[in-house]
């Protein structure tokens, strides 16, 4: 099945998303193919307030929302350095990801990473650090990467090694148009397609769901190995 990449940022990152499928196209162990969706800017200028430097936040969440954060996608990256006045509007975009899709492979890069932590968590005259740690501390980011060319590289390794609840999505989104009709009765009449968003979100049906799968596979596992 297709897998699929998106990045955000702030300027235009074109030549790296090349550079990806260029990679994965390359790359031999990766039997499927890779495709990377249109780049993301939450600062563009369609999402500029009256004022035309400030950024309307629930403008720009909901392009996200509507345009990309309701199909599946693999791994997603976001700059850390979105705005040069909103320091924390990485912080606001990757909890927005996290809301919709806990199953994808997340990760932030920027080439000044430590400068702009520093200045997020040392600011005098206000208290953003809390909130913005938590944030960051329970949004499962796989990777913080400082140098933009490693991007494409490192982006190939983390299509290789996708998350549990990635897999399952995957292997529901493939079979998406059959209907449950055996076990895990809270379910039943389900389509696959259905039960796939259950599980990016991780609802608690979702990760009921996740959590009834991989004991049923385990189980199967050791009942085929039972002398």
Same mark, same amino acid.
């Given at each position: 099945?297709?897998?699929?990449?998106?990045?955000?940022?702030?300027? &235009?990152?074109?030549?790296?998303?090349?550079?990806?499928?260029?990679?994965?196209?390359?790359?031999?162990?990766?039997?499927?193919?890779?495709?990377?969706?249109?780049?993301?800017? *939450?600062?563009? $200028?369609?999402?500029?307030?009256? &004022?035309?430097?400030?950024?309307?936040?629930?403008? +720009?969440?909901?392009?996200?929302?509507? !345009?990309?954060?309701?199909?599946?996608?693999?791994?997603?990256?976001?700059?850390?350095?979105?705005?040069? !006045?909103?320091?924390?509007?990485?912080?606001?975009?990757?909890?927005?990801?996290?809301?919709?899709?806990?199953?994808?492979?997340?990760?932030?890069?920027?080439?000044?990473?430590?400068?702009?932590?520093?200045?997020? %968590? +040392?600011?005098?005259?206000?208290?953003?650090?809390? $909130?913005?740690?938590?944030?960051?501390?329970?949004?499962?980011?796989?990777?913080?990467?400082?140098?933009?060319?490693?991007?494409?590289? $490192?982006?190939?390794?983390?299509?290789?090694? *996708?998350?549990? !609840?990635?897999?399952?999505?995957?292997?529901?989104?493939?079979?998406?148009?059959?209907?449950? +009709?055996?076990?895990?009765?809270?379910?039943?009449?389900?389509?696959? %397609?259905?039960?796939?968003?259950?599980?990016?979100?991780? +609802?608690?049906?979702?990760?009921?769901?996740?959590?009834?799968?991989?004991? $049923?596979?385990?189980?199967?596992?050791?009942?085929?190995?039972?002398?």
């Amino acid at each position: 099945m297709e897998k699929k990449i998106l990045l955000i940022d702030d300027n &235009d990152i074109s030549d790296t998303l090349e550079a990806i499928e260029d990679d994965c196209a390359g790359d031999s162990e990766l039997e499927f193919k890779v495709k990377c969706l249109p780049w993301f800017n *939450p600062v563009g $200028r369609k999402f500029l307030n009256a &004022d035309n430097t400030t950024i309307n936040l629930e403008l +720009s969440r909901q392009h996200l929302i509507e !345009e990309y954060l309701g199909d599946k996608i693999d791994v997603i990256g976001c700059d850390f350095n979105l705005h040069s !006045e909103n320091k924390t509007l990485a912080f606001e975009i990757i909890e927005t990801i996290r809301q919709l899709n806990k199953s994808a492979t997340l990760f932030i890069y920027s080439g000044g990473m430590n400068r702009s932590t520093l200045q997020l %968590f +040392s600011e005098e005259g206000r208290k953003p650090g809390e $909130r913005y740690l938590k944030i960051a501390m329970t949004s499962n980011i796989s990777a913080y990467i400082n140098n933009r060319n490693a991007i494409a590289e $490192r982006v190939v390794e983390m299509i290789k090694q *996708p998350s549990i !609840e990635l897999q399952i999505e995957d292997y529901l989104m493939q079979n998406q148009s059959l209907t449950l +009709s055996h076990y895990l009765e809270e379910f039943k009449g389900k389509q696959f %397609f259905e039960i796939s968003k259950e599980v990016r979100i991780q +609802s608690e049906v979702g990760v009921r769901f996740t959590k009834e799968f991989i004991e $049923r596979g385990i189980s199967h596992i050791v009942d085929l190995n039972i002398d």
